[in-house]
Structures are given as structure tokens and as C-alpha cells.
């Protein structure tokens, strides 16, 4: 019987609050995927201030990481490099681990509900000052035909269609 304490522990399925603060208390955060689109879990990771150490698979995470620091990202399968990571984390000052965990939350600021609100509020606002390149008139062609009812139009469309189409 082993009588140390364990260094691990599996949180199993965690929900709403207890997740969030299961997130909030780690450190670091270690990617083994060899292939990946953008983990939900680095962004929300991130989100907490969670460093992330992942590998380089030209996946949807990279961008992040690589913006919170080049030296987080491994090459994939090697759990060496991995390891050294962690090492070369764990010597770091408090002030340096500080100023990862800003860049971290920096990073997916974009993705909070306030950065979605303000950038869809401001492409809206862009929008809405260019110029319009609509008319009220309509185009000469529904001009020439105004006069006739939906069904002589469809037969019209109709012909015309079979006409372009070799029929």
C-alpha cells in the first residue's frame, strides 16, 4: 500500500460552476492531440488565464498559443519536448507566469460575450454608414414586363431558359 499523496486527481464530469472552478485552479494545461480543429477547451482554458502547452499541428489552437508565447508549443509526439516545457514553466517567476496568464485571457478576449457584443455592434455600425448602392427603381427589364401577369412572365422565364439551354 502506497501512503503518498496522490499528485492527480480525476474531477470526472463536471458542470456549470464546479467545471469553471476546476478550470480556475489549474496551472498549466497539456495538449497530446496529433490532430485538432480549435479545442473549446484552450479557449475557455485561456479564458481563465490557463497556460496552455500544446503541440504544433497546424490546428485552430496554434494561432493562440504561439500569441501567448512561441516556446508553449511542442512538436507533436514528442512528450520530451513536453516535459521540458513544464520543467522551464515551473523555474519562471511569478511576475512572468502573471504577465502568460494576461496574455492568455487576451488572447480569446474576441470570444467573451462583451468582445462578440461590441464587434457585432460595430460591424452594424460600419455598415450602416456606407454608402447604398441599391435603387428604389426597378432594373429595365422588370420594366418592359410590368404589364404582364405572373403566369405570362413564368411562361416567358420559361422559354427563355429553354432557349439558353439548347431545348
Known amino acids: 500500500e502506497n501512503n503518498r499523496e496522490s499528485k492527480y486527481t480525476f474531477k470526472g464530469l463536471l458542470q456549470?460552476?464546479?467545471y469553471w472552478q476546476a478550470v480556475q485552479e489549474l496551472?498549466?494545461?497539456?495538449?497530446?492531440s496529433d490532430t485538432e480543429g480549435t479545442p473549446v477547451a484552450?479557449?475557455?482554458?485561456?479564458s481563465q488565464g490557463v497556460i496552455p502547452i500544446y503541440?504544433?499541428?497546424?490546428?485552430?489552437?496554434?494561432?493562440?498559443v504561439k500569441a501567448i508565447s512561441p516556446d508553449l508549443l511542442y512538436p507533436p509526439g514528442?512528450?520530451?519536448?513536453a516535459a521540458q516545457i513544464v520543467q522551464s514553466?515551473?523555474?519562471?517567476?511569478?511576475?512572468y507566469i502573471a504577465e502568460l496568464r494576461n496574455r492568455c485571457r487576451q488572447a480569446v478576449a474576441g470570444h467573451s460575450v462583451s468582445g462578440y457584443l461590441s464587434d457585432t455592434f460595430d460591424f452594424a455600425k460600419q455598415i450602416s454608414e456606407?454608402?447604398?448602392i441599391s435603387t428604389n427603381s426597378p432594373g429595365i427589364s422588370m420594366r418592359l414586363f410590368q404589364f404582364l401577369s405572373p403566369a405570362q412572365s413564368g411562361k416567358i422565364?420559361?422559354?427563355?431558359?429553354r432557349r439558353k439551354h439548347g431545348a
Open 16 to 18: 456549470d460552476a464546479a
Open 27 to 32: 496551472d498549466a494545461l497539456l495538449f497530446f
Open 42 to 46: 484552450l479557449i475557455e482554458a485561456l
Open 55 to 64: 503541440p504544433q499541428i497546424d490546428s485552430g489552437g496554434d494561432p493562440y
Open 78 to 81: 514528442d512528450l520530451k519536448a
Open 89 to 95: 514553466l515551473s523555474r519562471r517567476t511569478p511576475s
Open 130 to 132: 456606407l454608402p447604398r
Open 157 to 161: 422565364r420559361e422559354l427563355l431558359s
